[in-house]
């Protein structure tokens, strides 16, 4: 019995997610094909220019303009923002700092300082499972 194996493919939409670009600014080509794992894996090695151009100047998918802005998806979406951006518009809100991102930017810190507490605190709790009971 011989086995064969299949190629794995993915929607352009996957893809783009997994590249970190958004869908809409893809060229058509990729937008109406599949991608399969290795075309995935060439695009990420070997990156053409059309997505290195996408990473640097956008539009950006949301994930990617939160991480640039340092809020979250929903912070984006409390500030109004609900589009893609460009790399222009993100260093222009950056240097505009509307009331908005910086409540949501003190936000997303308090987030991660509760995050760390609760991993320190669970790494005590588990370091103190582990300790002999004399």
Same mark, same amino acid.
């Given at each position: 019995?011989?086995?064969?194996?299949?190629?794995?493919?993915?929607?352009? $939409?996957? $893809?783009?997610?997994?590249?970190? #670009?958004?869908? !809409? $600014?893809?060229?058509?080509?990729?937008?109406?094909?599949?991608?399969?794992? @290795?075309?995935?894996?060439?695009?990420?090695?070997?990156?053409?220019?059309?997505?290195?151009?996408? *990473?640097?100047?956008?539009?950006?998918?949301?994930?990617?303009?939160?991480?640039?802005?340092? #809020?979250?998806?929903?912070?984006?979406? *409390?500030?109004?923002?609900?589009?893609?951006?460009?790399?222009?518009?993100?260093?222009?809100?950056? !240097?505009?700092?509307?009331?908005?991102?910086?409540?949501? *930017?003190?936000?997303?810190?308090?987030?991660?300082?509760?995050? $760390?507490?609760?991993? !320190?605190? @669970?790494?005590?709790?588990?370091?103190?499972?582990?300790?002999?009971?004399?």
């Amino acid at each position: 019995m011989t086995s064969h194996q299949t190629t794995q493919t993915m929607k352009p $939409a996957t $893809a783009a997610k997994k590249l970190g #670009v958004y869908l !809409e $600014a893809t060229p058509a080509d990729f937008q109406e094909g599949v991608v399969s794992r @290795n075309e995935l894996s060439a695009l990420q090695a070997d990156p053409p220019e059309w997505l290195l151009e996408l *990473r640097r100047d956008g539009p950006h998918p949301r994930p990617v303009v939160a991480a640039k802005l340092g #809020v979250s998806i929903a912070g984006l979406a *409390r500030g109004g923002v609900t589009d893609a951006l460009t790399t222009e518009q993100i260093d222009a809100l950056k !240097e505009e700092f509307p009331a908005w991102l910086r409540r949501e *930017r003190a936000t997303q810190a308090e987030v991660r300082k509760e995050a $760390a507490r609760i991993k !320190e605190k @669970n790494a005590e709790r588990t370091a103190e499972a582990r300790r002999p009971r004399s």
